[in-house]
Nanobody, 116 residues
Framework: VQLQAFGGGLVQAGGSLRLSCAASGSIFGIGISNMGWYRQAPGKQRELVASITSSGATNYADSVKGRFTISRDSVKNTVYLQMNSLKPEDTAVYYC?????????WGQGTQVTVSS
């Protein structure tokens, strides 16, 4: 199973980015898996940013509610994280995770840097 995350970059505060995570190599598509976006800032623990279950229920960290939106395209087997109104404290490496009965899998991470 491979998860390819991309879409990170450098953006000014208040700007937007959309992260994508494309899954491949699994018999379980993302539509029947629990998918999540996590982030890890330097010196901090990895934390959950947003998740979407196989039934479509979403969950967000309090720090990103109202600014970030997780979504998925089961045909493209890709999960997205739309990030708006970005803040310097959103700076981190963002990882996607796929979880189902096959196991837990992580993408390689994509750097998001928000300048003030």
């Amino acid at each position: 199973v491979q998860l390819q995350a991309f879409g990170g970059g450098l953006v000014q505060a208040g700007g937007s980015l959309r992260l994508s995570c494309a899954a491949s190599g699994s018999i379980f598509g993302i539509g029947i898996s629990n998918m999540g976006w996590y982030r890890q800032a330097p010196g901090k623990q990895r934390e959950l940013v947003a998740s979407i279950t196989s039934s479509g229920a979403t969950n967000y960290a309090d720090s990103v509610k109202g600014r970030f939106t997780i979504s998925r395209d089961s045909v493209k087997n890709t999960v997205y994280l739309q990030m708006n109104s970005l803040k310097p404290e959103d700076t981190a490496v963002y990882y996607c995770k796929k979880a189902d009965i096959e196991g837990n899998y992580w993408g390689q991470g994509t750097q998001v840097t928000v300048s003030s």
